[in-house]
């Protein structure tokens, strides 16, 4: 198994994130996952800028840091990003029924993707594993329905599934807050 497949594994991991919601109130959720974002940006921050620092991360733990984050932010740190802003903007339900959708869609997309995709849709994501992204998202819109209804969550997994191939923006941050705000309108 190489480092990707890890890091997508590890993302399945993240639903940990809306868990940590449900059992907590919007403040409470709001300072835990602030204070996790500070402490990721402190620490992107002196990686970025610091190329020893850089490079004992590298020594450390090789691979973990991909090729296209090494001057930027982690996926991490937009993750949790992604989860501060959706939390800040929206009603609890609709922001964990959201990063269900970013944590559990997203790895499935890729580790599905990388095993069976054949057909490029954009960049490096396949049809194959965009569909992956939106069973996975539809599944979790079934088991949400009666807190917000079908035809809201099957809004807020497809919106989701659309967000994670915009190629300009992380899809850590950009999938909970589309899908959320899909499922307000």
């Not at 403040?27 to 620490?43: M, N, P, S, W, Y």
């Not at 559990?104 to 849709?121: E, N, P, Q, T, V």
């Amino acid at each position: 198994m190489n480092w990707e497949q890890k890091r997508k594994l590890m993302h399945y991991g993240t639903a940990v994130i809306p868990i940590i919601y449900f059992f907590t109130t919007k403040k409470e959720f709001l300072t835990i996952i602030g204070t996790a974002l500070v402490a990721l940006l402190l620490f992107d921050l002196a990686r970025i800028s610091n190329k020893r620092f850089s490079g004992f991360i590298e020594k450390l733990l090789p691979g973990f840091v991909k090729e296209s984050e090494k001057q930027s932010l982690l996926g991490a740190s937009w993750l949790f990003l992604g989860a501060f802003a959706t939390a800040f903007l929206f009603p609890q339900t609709i922001t964990i029924i959201a990063l269900l959708y970013s944590s559990l869609g997203d790895a499935s997309a890729a580790l599905f993707g990388k095993a069976y995709g054949k057909h490029k849709l954009i960049g490096r994501r396949t049809i194959e594993g965009s569909l992956a992204f939106l069973g996975t998202c539809i599944i979790i819109a079934f088991l949400v329905q009666e807190f917000i209804g079908i035809n809201t969550a099957a809004r807020g997994a497809v919106a989701a599934t659309l967000a994670e191939l915009m190629p300009f923006v992380d899809d850590n941050f950009s999938v909970p807050l589309i899908a959320a705000a899909v499922m307000v309108i």
